[in-house]
């Protein structure tokens, strides 16, 4: 009789380590695997993009131009969320920053950074204002910065890497790289040929390279040089675009570059919200 009841004690024993260990690997897999959300918003013709790490560090670059990122970020935050870790205002242009006003309006934000370009416009003043009245910490986008963003997910920040309040606003535009694990991504705001050659000159193409290109100013001719997009090699481009805008954005210069290169273009007039999903490990997956 002794000797059942230690035989049993033993089989549940073991039973109940079997089931704590798969408990722990199950763990273990979803936190290697857990994923990293980067979405380009449909705005219109402007930039908004919507970053969740994988600890849900959720971070928007740039809001477009008006409220249209309200209906936007609706989609891919759930309801009763209303607040965002950071913001980041790449240039003070209208079709970037546009949005913001309404965006403070509607969540708490925990931090700005920008790239300290001195914007005259009414609306940048105004955002400026509500940024100050709210007491949200703002910061200087330098060279060197690097963002943990929670889960191995990193944003490293290119440019500026001197002080730009005087450049002209697309000049100074913050430009970034945001990294997890085997997959990355850069972010060019507005930058033009001319501080992409800063870019080149200031990193190797290893530090460049990156899977994903947002392109530059929504496809135009003065940015995305070949010299600058042989340095990152991406394998898909994003570009954030009105349709039938009046600027002819994307330029076929800028298309014949990314084909000839076999780059895949994915862009916003034409498949709306572009979603993708990465893990360390396995390639990301775009409108999934």
Not at 24 to 34: A, G, I, T, V
Not at 186 to 202: H, Q
Not at 230 to 242: D, F, H, N, T
Request: charge should be neutral.
């Amino acid at each position: 009789m002794f000797y059942n009841s230690k035989k049993y004690t033993l089989i549940i024993l073991f039973l109940f380590l079997l089931i704590f260990d798969l408990i722990l690997f199950k763990f273990d897999y979803e936190n290697s695997h857990r994923k990293l959300t980067f979405t380009v918003l449909d705005v219109g013709q402007g930039d908004a993009i919507f970053i969740e790490s994988p600890t849900g560090v959720q971070i928007l670059i740039d809001a477009g131009s008006s409220r249209k990122v309200l209906g936007e970020l609706s989609k891919v935050m759930p309801m009763f969320d209303r607040s965002l870790d950071t913001i980041f205002m790449t240039h003070p242009d209208q079709d970037h920053i546009g949005g913001f006003i309404d965006v403070l309006k509607n969540y708490s934000v925990g931090a700005v950074f920008e790239s300290g370009i001195s914007g005259s416009s009414k609306t940048f003043q105004n955002l400026k204002k509500e940024i100050e009245n709210k007491k949200i910490p703002d910061f200087l986008a330098r060279r060197g910065t690097n963002l943990d963003i929670g889960g191995g997910a990193f944003i490293n920040i290119l440019f500026p890497d001197r002080d730009v309040s005087n450049w002209e606003s697309n000049e100074g535009s913050i430009v970034s790289k945001l990294s997890y694990g085997n997959n990355s991504i850069m972010l060019t705001g507005d930058a033009p040929i001319k501080t992409e050659k800063i870019i080149l000159s200031e990193n190797s193409a290893e530090v460049l390279h990156s899977e994903f290109l947002k392109v530059g100013h929504h496809g135009s001719r003065t940015s995305s040089s070949l010299d600058f997009l042989k340095a990152i090699s991406p394998k898909y481009s994003l570009i954030s675009v009105g349709l039938d805008n009046k600027y002819g954005h994307p330029h076929k210069e800028v298309l014949g570059f990314l084909n000839n290169l076999g780059i895949q273009v994915f862009r916003t007039d034409q498949l709306g919200q572009i979603k993708i999903k990465c893990d360390k490990i396995e390639p990301c997956k775009i409108n999934k």
